[in-house]
Structures are given as structure tokens and as C-alpha cells.
């Protein structure tokens, strides 16, 4: 049986969950923080201090080692981003997410709850 994960990820924190039926690991990522007195040129920030977004996503990826199946979700385009770091910077990340949607907020247990239910669809289509 695949090891599953879901990722909820903004600009300020990657919350990742490994799940299966018997068991839960959860860790948070935060993303670095800067003190900016402009604008930034990018909705989350992330261009200002490239490096830094790229140090977020490889602490995220690593988090995720060990997972087969990975369920992207969050608020806004984070998610995207980090699918861009894979694409460029580890393959084989990329090739385990599974799916990505944009989800608001949820608890954590909402979020596990649409974790098991998304899982349980895509093994039963196997």
C-alpha cells in the first residue's frame, strides 16, 4: 500500500501530514520571514528573496520524503510554486504529487478528513 502525505501550503507555513489508515506524523515548515519597507513585486513576497523561497520548498521536499502519493492543497499560489520547484529541482517529487487544489483554510482535522477521502478514491481507482 502507497504511503500518502497532504501538504497545505501559503507564503508563511507548509503544514505537511503523512497519513494512513493507523497512523498520523504532522510537521510545520515556516517560511522565512522578512522585514520589507516596499511593496513586494510578487502577491506572496517570494521574489523579493528567491533564495529563501527556494530554501522553504527544499525544506518542504524533504519533509516529504518517504511519501508515494502527495496531495497539494492551499489558499493561493504556493501550491503552483512549489509544483515549479519540483519541476525544476526534484523530479521525482514532482512525479509523486498526485493532485492540487485550492483550499481556504481548513482545521486540521478537516484537512485530514479530505486527506483520507481523496486517498481512498485514488486507491480504489487503481
Partial sequence: MPTHAIVWIDQAEARVF???PANLDE???RSPKHHV???PKGRDGTEDHPDDAKRFFREVAH???GSDEILL???S???LKFLRYGYAHDHALQARVVGVETVDHPT???LLAHAR????SVDRMR
Fill in 18 to 20: 503523512h497519513v494512513d
Fill in 27 to 29: 510537521s510545520t515548515i
Fill in 37 to 39: 519597507n516596499r511593496q
Fill in 63 to 65: 519533509a516529504l520524503e
Fill in 73 to 75: 492543497v492551499g489558499p
Fill in 77 to 79: 499560489t504556493a501550491k
Fill in 108 to 110: 486540521d482535522g478537516q
Fill in 117 to 120: 477521502a481523496y486517498f481512498k
